[in-house]
Every structure is written in C-alpha cells, then in structure tokens.
C-alpha cells in the first residue's frame, strides 16, 4: 500500500494489517429500510400481482448519468402457472419507484404494463461500449414455462436504453452441457488485470455435500469472457459450495469488484425440520465472503449474516435472496434483496411432496423488494471483541509515494470520552512511534463519519522524513473503524 491519492482499504482482506491485540474484524449487519418492502406488487389484474422481487432478474442499479435507481426485476401474476416477466422501474431515492407504461409487450390483451423482456436474466450499463446500441446488456433466459427456457438457451441481449431489447446469439459453455443453467449475474469487472475477463457470468451448479438428512446443494460457477457472447469456464471453480461450510444451499449471490477485493454477499440456506417438504422449511439470509483474486473466495465471521431474516411474521421472515450487484450513492451501499415469508414452506423444487398441487411454492406465494443499506466502506470493521477495553492494530508497512495527501479514516459507533479513534505513525521497521505522531500527539477522532482526517501535533504526513512508515489504529470502547485510507489534502 502506498499514499497515493484513493489508496485505500476498508479490510475486506487483511493483507495491509501485520498484527493485532485485542481486535477482531467483522462483518457489518445491514440496515433494513423502515419502509420496506419498498416496490409495490401489481394490482390483483396486472402481471406481477403476486411476484415483484430480484430473482429470475436480478440487477437494481444506481445510474449516475441519470441520476436514478433502475430496476429490472421479475415478476409474477395471481395464478398457479410457474412463469415470470422482466419488468422495469426506476426510482430517485430507492424507496418511492415508479413502474413506467410503455406499451411494449401484451398481458391478458394489454400493453398498459412494464414489462421490457418476456424472458428474464441479469443486466449490466456498459459505459465503456462504443456501440450505443448495446449500451446496456443482458443474459436472457425464457420466456417461461421452463421447458421453453432449457430449449431456447441462455441468449446476449443488448438495448440502447434498458426498455427496447434486441436478442442476440445463443450463449454455449461445454460445462453446461446439454442444458443451461440458471444464469444470476453479470458483471463488467474493470478491476480485473486480465482484459479476457472482462466480463464474467455466475450460473448455478449443483455439489455434493456431507450432510445427514440432504446428499447435494446448489453451489455457484464462474466463468468469463472478453464479451457477454464468448465465455470460457474459470480457472478455479467453484465460487463458493456448501459443500465448504455449514450451509445447505448457496442458491443468490452478488458479486462486485470492491476498493481492489472482490466480496460476494450470498444466500446462505437451511433447512429446519418442521414437517414441511422434504427436508423441512427452506431459511435463508444473506452473508458474506471475499476474495484477492475475483476467482478464490473464502467466508468472513460466518456466523454473521450481511442481512438477516425478518422477525416472526414479518414480510421476510422465510428466505431472502440478494439481488445481483451493489447499487453505490453518496456514501451509502444499497443492498436490495428479495423477502419472502415462513409461508415459502416447500421451495425448492426437490423440496416438494409429492401431494404438492402446484409448480412450485414460488408459483403461489408473494415475493417482494427490499432494501438494505451500508455505510461505504462498511461491510466490515474492525472492533474490540468486548467493546469496552481497548485494542489496536499495526498495518504492514506503507510506501510514502507523495507529500500531497493526507490520512484518512472512516469511523462509526463513537462517543466522545467514551468511544473512540487514535492513529499513531510507526517506523517502519520497529513499533516505535516517531515523535510527533504518538496517539497523544493525535487529535481524537470521536466524530461518526467517512474520510475523515487525522490530526496531529507534530504536523502532517509531508512532514515525515523516512520513505516508509506503519500506523498502528487505537480503537477504545464500542468505536469502529471501517477503513482507512488517503486523500488529498
């Protein structure tokens, strides 16, 4: 790490961090919108009456050329048929969303509805496109019913604008086989070095896993390609399985580039033996891992969920599953996932009795949008394990590229006298403070909030003589610090 201008890291990884004591790094719960769910189903006449959630489509995006929130979610209407629609709708804030008409495709005799695809799959805004006809991209499956879906393949679908969709060649990866899988999400990764993986595909795969009462799960497969119509299966496969943790199923995933990691928030499934299905009611919440690579992802504080399942009764009280990539504004992570009821008894398909007399419960249940939200830079943090006695942790040592930048943390949970932040400059080959830049030296950051400078009284980084330096963070009380980083001054 050096101390360039944006060089920074919110420890999604721990490599810039060469010991600790008393600390611990954990995942960060996020905060559920009050007003949640916060896109509305249709009316009980129109097509996603029952169904309007991030599943079979599953990008909310943040457009910062248009300043909007776009959805492309997936819909369903009051009936027992096993099929869904892509529907589109944007909203300025996230919570208030507008479901545009726009004529294009027939419902029971009707264009008055959303719906841009007859068909569903994840979507990207390609800015770096030269072509403004595929300035936006998708992996089309359906339209539904499935038999339909596995005949007519995985196709590249293009718009200039998100509404009007154009299908192109079908998608074949031999992995798949003679049929092709769920396909959950697309991804333009300008993080990765490797410009012939510039686009990358997370599709469902199923894993043998050790468990008493269940022989396979759902895990998820990477591959990728220099465009969506040429994929080739990843080197190091697969993404993440239960068959490597306690879960039974690892069925929605998010995947983004993130500050030089990668992390994935995934739904992490089980079953419980209430005398429902098969194997029991099906439970999920969202939790997370994280990777150096984009390729080799490994659980952080698994016990931990990103998102939690709602209290008894509540909308979401069953099963989330998380939409596809990080909708990123003015500070704040916006993760949006779909909340489904304990009334989503016998989901999955190989979950259902015999006697079931549906498709599937997903056929005859509601599902709907939510809205989680994170500090930037908050998916996770480090903290003391008790929250009361002090601790503290000593980065590896740091290049001093520049003069014209300045230390910057991101803190939350503070109080003055109470809970607090101190940094204090090392050499960098011993834990000497040097002088000047001792936490008694340093100003105490006791104020909540992102990219905040550090003070102190022997100057500031420009004023260091040695080429490379260490920082050791003083965390006291219930304080967090989420990352740290530098800026210009």
């Given at each position: 790490m050096n101390t360039d201008p944006g060089s920074r890291d919110g420890f999604l990884l721990d490599s810039n961090i060469q010991s600790t004591y008393h600390l611990e790094r954990r995942v960060c719960e996020a905060r559920k919108h009050p007003n949640n769910p916060v896109l509305p189903l249709g009316d009980l006449h129109e097509w996603d009456a029952t169904q309007a959630r991030p599943w079979e489509s599953p990008t909310v995006i943040w457009d910062d050329d248009d300043r909007v929130f776009k959805s492309w979610y997936s819909g369903s209407d009051v009936s027992t048929d096993r099929w869904w629609a892509t529907g589109y709708a944007t909203s300025p804030d996230g919570l208030t969303w507008?479901?545009?008409?726009?004529?294009?495709?027939?419902?029971r005799g009707s264009t008055k509805n959303n719906i841009v695809v007859m068909g569903?799959?994840?979507?990207?805004?390609?800015?770096?496109?030269?072509?403004?006809?595929?300035?936006?991209?998708?992996?089309?499956?359906?339209?539904?019913?499935?038999?339909?879906?596995?005949?007519?393949?995985?196709?590249?679908?293009?718009?200039?604008?998100?509404?009007?969709?154009?299908?192109?060649?079908?998608?074949?990866?031999?992995e798949w086989g003679n049929r092709t899988p769920d396909c959950g999400v697309l991804l333009r990764d300008e993080q990765d070095?490797?410009?012939?993986?510039?686009?990358?595909?997370?599709?469902?795969?199923?894993?043998?896993?050790?468990?008493?009462?269940?022989?396979?799960g759902r895990s998820k497969m990477l591959a990728y390609g220099p465009d969506i119509e040429h994929f080739r299966h990843a080197e190091h496969n697969p993404l993440i399985t239960p068959a490597t943790g306690f879960e039974y199923e690892d069925h929605h995933v998010m995947l983004s580039p993130y500050g030089g990691a990668w992390f994935m928030a995934y739904e992490y499934g089980w079953y419980v033996p209430s005398g429902s299905g098969n194997f029991g009611m099906y439970c999920a919440d969202v939790r997370l891992a994280v990777s150096a690579d984009g390729e080799r992802f490994?659980?952080?504080?698994?016990?931990?969920?990103?998102?939690?399942?709602?209290?008894?009764?509540?909308?979401?009280?069953?099963?989330?599953?998380?939409?596809?990539?990080?909708?990123?504004?003015?500070?704040?992570?916006?993760?949006?996932?779909?909340?489904?009821?304990?009334?989503?008894?016998?989901?999955?398909?190989?979950?259902?009795?015999?006697?079931?007399?549906?498709?599937?419960?997903?056929?005859?249940?509601?599902?709907?949008?939510?809205?989680?939200?994170?500090?930037?830079?908050?998916?996770?943090?480090?903290?003391t394990p008790d929250r009361e006695v002090p601790g503290y942790a000593i980065t590896t040592p740091i290049e001093r590229t520049t003069t014209n930048s300045t230390l910057t943390l991101n803190v939350g949970s503070v109080r003055h006298t109470r809970n607090w932040v101190e940094a204090e400059i090392l050499?960098?080959?011993?834990?000497?403070?040097?002088?000047?830049?001792?936490?008694?030296?340093?100003?105490?950051?006791?104020?909540?909030?992102?990219?905040?400078?550090?003070?102190?009284?022997?100057?500031?980084?420009?004023?260091?003589?040695?080429?490379?330096?260490r920082i050791r963070f003083w965390i006291y009380g219930a304080a967090r610090l989420y990352a740290f980083g530098f800026d210009d001054v």
């Open positions: 507008e479901k545009p008409t726009l004529g294009l495709h027939s419902y569903y799959g994840p979507v990207i805004k390609d800015m770096a496109e030269p072509d403004p006809e595929r300035r936006y991209k998708m992996i089309k499956r359906g339209p539904t019913p499935r038999e339909v879906a596995q005949r007519l393949g995985a196709r590249a679908t293009y718009s200039p604008d998100g509404i009007h969709w154009t299908e192109g060649p079908r998608i074949r990866i031999p070095p490797d410009a012939s993986r510039r686009y990358k595909l997370v599709w469902q795969a199923k894993d043998t896993i050790d468990r008493i009462d269940k022989s396979d490994h659980r952080i504080d698994a016990e931990q969920p990103v998102i939690p399942r709602g209290k008894n009764d509540a909308w979401d009280a069953g099963l989330l599953v998380i939409s596809d990539k990080p909708a990123i504004k003015d500070g704040t992570i916006h993760l949006f996932y779909g909340g489904n009821g304990e009334e989503w008894t016998s989901w999955p398909g190989e979950n259902m009795l015999d006697a079931y007399p549906y498709g599937s419960t997903g056929s005859v249940r509601a599902s709907r949008l939510g809205l989680a939200t994170l500090r930037e830079d908050g998916l996770t943090c480090l903290q050499d960098a080959e011993h834990d000497t403070p040097i002088p000047g830049f001792s936490r008694e030296d340093c100003t105490d950051m006791c104020t909540d909030g992102w990219r905040q400078p550090v003070r102190w009284r022997g100057g500031s980084l420009a004023d260091l003589q040695d080429p490379r330096f």
